[in-house]
């Protein structure tokens, strides 16, 4: 009996048919053997004779009942260059391949979390706290707070090893509804604008080498962060190999850099100069909101603790690596950024920290003398990084959350032969270079603190909640219970200290935006209603960037 082929994968070519092409590989039982080749005419589609207005990918099929759906399992990619790795074994799905080791999971850990805020402006934090020993309790407390948070999603991580973090976490937990608010608010707004702050830093830093004493074009310095981004867009799409290669390389030149301060600052410290450090608890704030807002700034330079967790089913043994990763980075960061916060204090006084724009800068002109350029190229450097990292795992959870239907269905594809999801990729880019043509970034920082823990305090939930509805569920790495009780109580102080010391009608937009997930949740997830044209559009996306889903359907 014939059936039709869902027109969720085809793959366009003006050459003749190439043997190195994906081919797929079908079975089920039922009627008749079918095999479909690959050839190219001038019809429609043709799931019988491979025919059409394209280079249409051979199927192999062992019958098919009447009206039946019927799933691809296997589909072969051959060749690859030694940057995409080995092509897949034939009769593979395409998938997402495990590539990110021990080494690159520190990486991506510690170079998203290391961006501009320590080198460009950790002032305000010193400002909403008061005093200089406040502030670096409260660095070292933010260090803690998200490392008992990574070990919390290092146990989630391994008991469900699907890409997407808090996505996947919610939506075992909770369900569809709660995972959906959550890619809602994280695919528009919350991965975009971390990246859009990131690459307009960069950008900044980037034009300022080249313009002197005077201010850059506000026009040159968007133009840099699109570029910047295009660039790392590419990298992603091209390569996971190559985008954790990057990621790797410029994690270790800002290591480097902050070990220029450190030791620049512990030879100034030896000298003697601590006078800056001298009665350190003087002006100290006793306002609880003051104290939960210095919080939201330094949980901004820690953000990216989490991002290991996106890309979980890339992670080589990641009942291994995936804790390690967490063990080693967090630590290393929280260490990285109490030392750079000394070193700036025995050069300049807490009020020449407030009220320099760069504060890495005006540490080497003072200590590295003719070496000081080293500072806005170690900051461009880090930037670059942590927003090549912010969009790899961005990219992820777009794919997770496609995946199962709660995004467009485009973004859940890879591309064919790389084995890179690089629709989501490219999603993520495009929102990221209109928050940076806006204008309107700043103001949407306390919007990403205030958003985010939400959905950590709701991911603590999970493995509470977790904890009593899957005890069976495997779990190859287990925290004390206490731990996610602890970030989940500070989560809940975070989020109502702000509201409750200081209401702001922000506050009530980021919940509104929050819920209004909801009036597209229910007609085209719950209800399932698709317009006619979505499919259209999806084949018209495949075509153009040649990219499948990790699942084939015959209807």
């Not at 991580?157 to 959906?180: H, I, K, Q, R, V």
């Not at 902050?258 to 350190?280: C, D, M, Q, R, S």
């Not at 997770?400 to 064919?416: F, T």
């Not at 970034?441 to 009593?468: H, K, N, P, Q």
Request: glycine letters at 10%; aromatic letters at 10%; hydrophobic letters at 50%.
């Amino acid at each position: 009996m014939r059936g039709r082929l869902s027109l969720k994968w085809c793959f366009a070519s003006g050459r003749p048919r190439d043997t190195s092409a994906p081919t797929l590989a079908a079975s089920s039982p039922g009627n008749e053997a079918f095999k479909g080749g690959a050839g190219w005419g001038n019809g429609g589609l043709d799931a019988e004779t491979g025919g059409g207005g394209g280079f249409v990918l051979g199927a192999e099929r062992q019958g098919l009942a009447p009206g039946g759906r019927q799933e691809i399992v296997g589909v072969g990619l051959g060749g690859g260059d030694e940057l995409e790795g080995p092509g897949a074994a034939k009769d593979d799905a395409p998938h997402l391949e495990r590539r990110v080791g021990l080494i690159s999971g520190v990486a991506l850990i510690v170079g998203t979390m290391i961006g501009s805020g320590i080198f460009v402006s950790p002032a305000g934090l010193l400002v909403r706290t008061g005093s200089v020993g406040l502030s670096l309790i409260v660095w070292i407390a933010c260090g803690v707070l998200s490392l008992l948070g990574a070990l919390a999603y290092a146990e989630l991580g391994t008991m469900n090893t699907s890409s997407g973090a808090e996505y996947a976490y919610l939506m075992d937990a909770f369900g569809p509804a709660t995972a959906y608010l959550f890619s809602w608010t994280s695919t528009l707004v919350l991965k975009p604008s971390q990246m859009a702050i990131i690459v307009l830093s960069f950008a900044q830093y980037a034009v300022q080498a080249f313009s002197g004493t005077c201010d850059p074009p506000p026009h040159l310095v968007k133009l840099v962060a699109i570029f910047a981004t295009a660039i790392i867009l590419f990298i992603n799409c091209y390569s996971v190999k190559l985008a954790t290669g990057v990621q790797n390389a410029f994690t270790a030149a800002k290591l480097a850099a902050i070990l220029i301060i450190i030791v620049g600052g512990a030879y100034k410290f030896a000298e003697g100069n601590t006078k800056h450090l001298a009665n350190p608890f003087v002006g100290t704030t006793n306002s609880l909101g003051s104290i939960a807002t210095a919080f939201y700034t330094g949980l901004w330079a820690y953000d990216g603790w989490n991002n290991l967790n996106y890309v979980t089913e890339e992670i080589v043994n990641p009942s291994v690596n995936l804790p390690r990763s967490i063990i080693i980075g967090i630590p290393l960061v929280t260490m990285c950024y109490f030392f750079i916060n000394i070193s700036y204090l025995t050069v300049m006084s807490a009020a020449e920290l407030i009220e320099s724009e760069a504060v890495a800068v005006t540490f080497g002109n003072r200590i590295l003398g003719v070496m000081a350029w080293l500072m806005p190229l170690s900051v461009t450097m880090s930037t670059f990084g942590a927003a090549n990292g912010t969009l790899f795992a961005a990219g992820r959870l777009c794919f997770a959350a496609s995946r199962e239907g709660h995004l467009l269905d485009i973004l859940s594809h890879v591309h064919v032969r790389r084995l890179t999801p690089a629709p989501g990729l490219i999603f993520n880019a495009i929102i990221t270079s209109a928050m940076v043509l806006s204008g309107t970034i700043d103001s949407l920082i306390d919007f990403f603190s205030f958003a985010a823990w939400i959905f950590y305090g709701s991911a603590m939930l999970a493995l509470i909640v977790m904890r009593f509805t899957k005890k069976d569920a495997p779990r190859p790495y287990k925290v004390p219970i206490i731990i996610p009780l602890v970030v989940l109580v500070i989560s809940v102080y975070l989020i109502a200290a702000p509201i409750i010391d200081n209401p702001q009608i922000e506050y009530l937009y980021a919940g509104l935006f929050i819920l209004a997930g909801l009036l597209l949740y229910v007609p085209f997830v719950h209800y399932h209603y698709v317009p006619a044209v979505m499919e259209k559009i999806t084949v018209f996306f495949q075509l153009l960037c040649e990219v499948a889903p990790t699942q084939m359907t015959f209807d």
